[in-house]
């Protein structure tokens, strides 16, 4: 039977009190984790570990948690961010959503309800099912893109100026680090962890079809 231990969490907050009793409640529950300081190490950890959870809290000094998540965005998108906050007014909660957090939770944590979303986010997010590997590369974020917008190999090697056997190298990384092996679940997996609809940014002023085309050609920035 698989264990929880398979699944690993990060956990960052710059009080060391409040990082021994998290993890020791989530080791409880059978977790794997990890604790951080500072954005600086967990965003090491991040390319250097698998992560199924980032639990983050909002306010820090060095970084706050809403910067943290837009980098997360970039370095490993398909990563589950949960947000805690002592300051929790809905505009900050608005704006954490807004920047990615899947759920934002206020302190003082109840061990109960912690534990309760933890569980509902790991239910709900599908990308935890995966060992998503590391994070892709910004040639593989282009071409992903690319893809998603429907273009061939043939086509995004003459945009990018590769070869079509690069573009193809570069599409089965993809596929790899995103747990899919086929075109269909590669649109699930990338619709499901909002990939798409983070980069669908509109512009309401420009309707004509160039500014479309540039629109649908926004690379994973």
């Given at each position: 039977m698989a264990s929880k231990a398979e699944k690993h969490i990060f956990f960052l907050d710059d009080e060391p009190t409040i990082?021994?009793?998290?993890?020791?409640?989530l080791e409880e529950s059978n977790f794997k984790v990890s604790c951080f300081?500072?954005?600086i190490e967990c965003l090491a950890g991040l390319r250097s570990k698998k992560c199924d959870l980032l639990i983050t809290d909002l306010k820090m000094p060095e970084k706050d948690?809403?910067?943290?998540?837009?980098d997360v965005q970039h370095l490993a998108p398909w990563?589950?961010?949960?947000m805690i906050?002592?300051?929790?007014?809905?505009?900050?909660?608005?704006?954490?959503?807004k920047?990615?957090?899947?759920?934002?939770?206020?302190?003082?944590?109840e061990k109960k309800s912690f534990?309760?979303?933890?569980?509902s986010i790991f239910k709900k997010n599908v990308s935890t099912c995966f060992d998503l590997g590391t994070a892709m590369t910004h040639a593989e974020k282009k071409i992903l893109q690319l893809v998603i917008d429907g273009k061939s190999n043939k086509e995004i090697s003459l945009m990018l100026h590769r070869s079509a056997r690069t573009i193809e190298v570069h599409r089965a990384h993809i596929m790899h680090k995103l747990g899919v092996n086929n075109l269909v679940d590669l649109?699930?997996?990338?619709?499901?962890?909002?990939?798409?609809e983070l980069e669908q940014k509109p512009e309401q002023d420009e309707t004509g079809p160039d500014s479309e085309r540039d629109e649908q050609a926004i690379p994973f920035e």
């Open positions: 990082r021994q009793v998290v993890k020791e409640t300081g500072n954005p948690g809403i910067e943290l998540l837009i990563i589950p961010v949960l906050t002592g300051y929790g007014d809905i505009p900050t909660a608005v704006k954490a959503m920047a990615g957090a899947v759920d934002f939770i206020e302190k003082p944590l534990m309760r979303k933890i569980k649109v699930k997996r990338v619709t499901n962890m909002g990939l798409i």
